[in-house]
């Protein structure tokens, strides 16, 4: 067994308001799916972010979701996506009978390469599938233009948002933002999940804030966040009995989760702080390293670039680190009791997406294999530092 206590990836780190805003949810029995709390998260997150309406839903699967249905994404419509991320950014896509069209990373933020964007949505309009398969046909695809484009904060490091919008409005294809990791992120100091048509938030367990589950829409647009709350509860008519003229869903967060919300949201920048701190601390440790002829890279953030630094991620090509790679290191760390985890598993690289349309430069998967995340909580302490570069230490010493 082990005698030390876990380090975990990115655990839960509640700031003790929580209990308040939830006491309150239960002295006024507000235990729905709507009351003051979701009023208020919903407000901190208008607030923080800059977008003028916002609703908080189940999960950030669900925001997504429902993003898709209000862009008509209906059965047979491309959707593109980007490729490098966690499945919940291209399973909605599926849920509506679309089918998506991956495009691989830009090696300097790790999100939607522009060009090979561009590309995609070119051969797309002009039914030019073969460049987009991996040998597989795709003759039964009729020429089209995609309906939706899904960009990804990857890890916190905001996408290239200038270009990805410029050929969004180019092309005249809605832009869907998936800042799930992205909480406090900017792009030339403007908030990541403010620059698409909706920007999508979570706050499950292992996010920058921490529900237990959640996410939540964003949008300067009130008719998509209207019609959000609408279908989130079951798009009821207006009605004194149950009258649906449409399928709805139960998407809605409850008063309860919301309270929880909003206690994470009074410690949101000491959080990003953290994170950031976290950082800063690997960054200097790797510098040290390398000085040891290693040669370990962190991320950083290119010029008008502010990254939460969700999580901090290291690569490193085993040939060039005397036969240190990723796993090595994961295992040793683990037999430490610590955690750390390889980076995102390219979509188009998964299983379940194995036939699928994709745009790829082999940048993902090349930072798949030798990618790794690091513990990154905002809650670690020195001494869990200590532990982590001590059993660093030991893997580079060989
Ligand atoms: C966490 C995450 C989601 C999904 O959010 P849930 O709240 O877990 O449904 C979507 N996209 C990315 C990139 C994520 O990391």
């Known amino acids: ?26 002295e006024t029995n507000w235990i729905a799916p709507l009351g003051p709390n979701v009023n208020g998260f919903e407000h901190d997150l208008r607030d923080f972010t800059g977008v003028k309406h916002a609703a908080a839903l189940s999960s950030g699967t669900a925001a997504i979701h429902l993003a898709l249905i209000m862009l008509h994404v209906k059965p047979g419509d491309l959707v593109i996506c980007q490729s490098f991320t966690f499945s919940a950014s291209a399973n909605p896509i599926v849920y509506q009978g679309g089918i998506p069209v991956f495009i691989d990373s830009e090696p300097d933020t790790w999100n939607m390469d522009p060009e090979l964007l561009e ?49 969004a409005e180019k092309f005249d294809i809605p832009l869907v933002e998936d800042a799930a990791e992205a909480l406090g992120s900017r792009y030339h100091g403007k908030a990541c999940g403010s620059f698409g048509m909706m920007g999508i938030l979570s706050f499950n367990g292992n996010k920058i804030i921490n529900t237990s589950g959640g996410g939540a829409l964003l949008s300067d647009n009130e008719e998509y966040i209207l019609r959000a709350r609408f ?21 809605r967060m409850s008063n309860v989760i919301a309270a929880i919300g909003r206690g994470q949201m009074t410690a949101v920048h000491e959080r ?27 991320l950083l953030e290119p010029e008008g670039f502010y990254s939460n630094r969700w999580l901090t991620t290291i ?43 994709r745009y790829s430069n082999h940048v993902s998967e090349h930072l798949f294999e030798n990618g790794l995340c690091l513990p990154s909580g905002s809650n670690l302490s020195d001494a869990d530092f200590e532990r982590i570069f001590r059993s660093l230490d030991q893997v580079f010493r060989g």
Request: glycine residues 6%; positive net charge; proline residues 7%.
């Open 119 to 167: 590309k995609a949505i070119i051969a797309c309009q002009e039914g030019r599938f073969s460049d987009l398969g991996n040998g597989l046909i795709h003759s039964h695809l009729k020429p089209q233009k995609p309906k939706a484009i899904i960009v990804v904060h990857l890890y916190g490091m905001p996408a290239k948002m200038d270009k990805i919008s410029a050929i």
């Open 315 to 357: 690569t490193l090509a085993p040939e060039k680190n005397r036969g240190v790679g990723r796993e090595k290191i994961r295992l040793h760390l683990e037999a430490q009791n610590i955690e750390t985890r390889p980076l995102w598993k390219p979509m188009h690289a998964q299983p379940v997406f194995s036939d699928s349309l």
């Open 1 to 26: 067994m082990h005698s030390l206590p876990r380090i975990w990836l990115s655990p839960p780190h509640m700031c003790g308001r929580e209990q308040d805003f939830i006491r309150n949810a239960f």
């Open 272 to 298: 990003i702080e953290a994170r950031r701190k976290n950082f800063e601390r690997y960054r200097q440790y790797f510098q040290v390293i390398n000085q040891r002829g290693f040669d370990v890279h962190v």
């Open 231 to 251: 279908l989130a509860t079951q798009a009821r008519d207006h009605a004194p009995h149950y009258e649906h003229s449409q399928i709805g869903y139960n998407y």
